[in-house]
Structures are given as structure tokens and as C-alpha cells.
Nanobody
Framework: QVQLVESGGGLVQPGGSLRLSCVAS????????MSWYCQAPGKERELVAS????????YYNNFVKGRSSISRDNAGNTMTLQIDALKPEDTAVYYC??????????WGRGTQVTVSS
């Protein structure tokens, strides 16, 4: 059974930082593209960042580019997302997603990030 479990969310003041983690089990982690998505209330879920199976290639959506870093540890089946200079508009549920080259897709249940003073 595949499980993706996110952690690290919480309440942060504007300008602060968060480090989100996703721990995977039940899949060949090193064969999957891993991604972070976010979904704010009333909005569509959107891609935040992604990283290829080797960790050698990354992608960042424009709204986090320059203030975030995605990484993975294939030995530990873990992916992380560091976001700095947090803004109130970053408030959302952040989801971990695993995608294989064959198209298999798995989602975590999400972790809430609230940016507020």
C-alpha cells in the first residue's frame, strides 16, 4: 500500500520560513517524479515545485521561484520543500505527489500552511 505523509505545516508569520517533508512508503521512491502542490480555499490545486527521480532536475512555479528549494533523499524515501519569505498568499494546504513514468500517481493527504501575523 502506497502512503505519502506530509509534515511541517503550521502557522508562520509573514517573512518566515517553513520546511515541509514528505515521507513515502510502499513504492520504488527513486523511480518517481516527486512534486509539491498547494490548494488555497476556493482555488484550484496548483503545482509548486517538482524534482526528477535522481534529484538532478527541478522545477519551480513562478510564485515560489527564488525563495524555495525542493530536494529529495532517495535512501530515506523523503522529499522536502523549503519556502522562505512566506507571504499571506502562500496560505494553503500543501500536498505531496508521486508520479511514475508509466503514469501511476499517488497523493498525500496534505499539510496546512497558514501565513498570518
Amino acid at each position: 500500500q502506497v502512503q505519502l505523509v506530509e509534515s511541517g505545516g503550521g502557522l508562520v508569520q509573514p517573512g518566515g520560513s517553513l520546511r515541509l517533508s514528505c515521507v513515502a512508503s510502499g513504492l520504488a521512491f527513486g523511480s518517481y517524479v516527486m512534486s509539491w502542490y498547494c490548494q488555497a480555499p476556493g482555488k484550484e490545486r496548483e503545482l509548486v515545485a517538482s524534482i526528477d527521480p535522481t534529484g538532478g532536475s527541478t522545477y519551480y512555479n513562478n510564485f515560489v521561484k527564488g525563495r524555495s528549494s525542493i530536494s529529495r533523499d532517495n535512501a530515506g524515501n523523503t522529499m522536502t520543500l523549503q519556502i522562505d519569505a512566506l507571504k499571506p498568499e502562500d496560505t494553503a494546504v500543501y500536498y505531496c505527489k508521486a508520479t511514475s513514468f508509466r503514469g501511476s500517481t499517488y497523493w498525500g493527504r496534505g499539510t496546512q500552511v497558514t501565513v498570518s501575523s
